[in-house]
């Protein structure tokens, strides 16, 4: 079993910034593949990033060059750095785990493991 909390989440205005932590527990955390989604009210859970083992890593492209997905094994914590935050970003975001040996998943179906979610509020 893995436990997954994320933290971070708010209210912040457009243009701002915020940074989502996601930390692990239970087993070892350097062999999963980590990934954030997020979702926003009557809408399905889409995915935001992904990151591999190897840090190889996968962004939405409504994401692209605004948010950024880091890990840090020694920590058993995955990170999602962002920037440029505008209203659409407003959502719930979920941190979810599964044991990838090679590369990383995007679709919901693809982790086992997830955490209980953050809010993440963009004012305009």
């Known amino acids: 079993q893995v436990q997954l909390v994320e933290s971070g989440g708010g209210l912040v205005q457009a243009g701002g910034s915020l940074r989502l932590s996601c930390a692990a527990s239970g087993r070892t955390f350097s062999n999963y593949a980590m990934a954030w989604f997020r979702q926003a009210p009557g809408k399905e859970r889409d995915i935001v990033a992904a990151?591999?083992?190897?840090?190889?890593?996968y962004y939405a492209d409504s994401v692209k060059g605004r948010f950024t997905i880091s890990r840090n094994n020694a920590k058993n914590t995955v990170f999602l750095q962002m920037n440029i935050l505008k209203p659409e970003d407003t959502a719930v975001y979920y941190c979810?785990?599964?044991?990838?040996?090679?590369?990383?998943?995007?679709?919901?179906?693809?982790?086992?493991?997830w955490g209980q979610g953050t809010q993440v509020t963009v004012s305009s």
């Open positions: 979810a785990a599964d044991e990838y040996f090679f590369g990383y998943r995007t679709r919901t179906e693809d982790y086992k493991y």
């Open positions: 990151i591999s083992r190897n840090r190889n890593t």
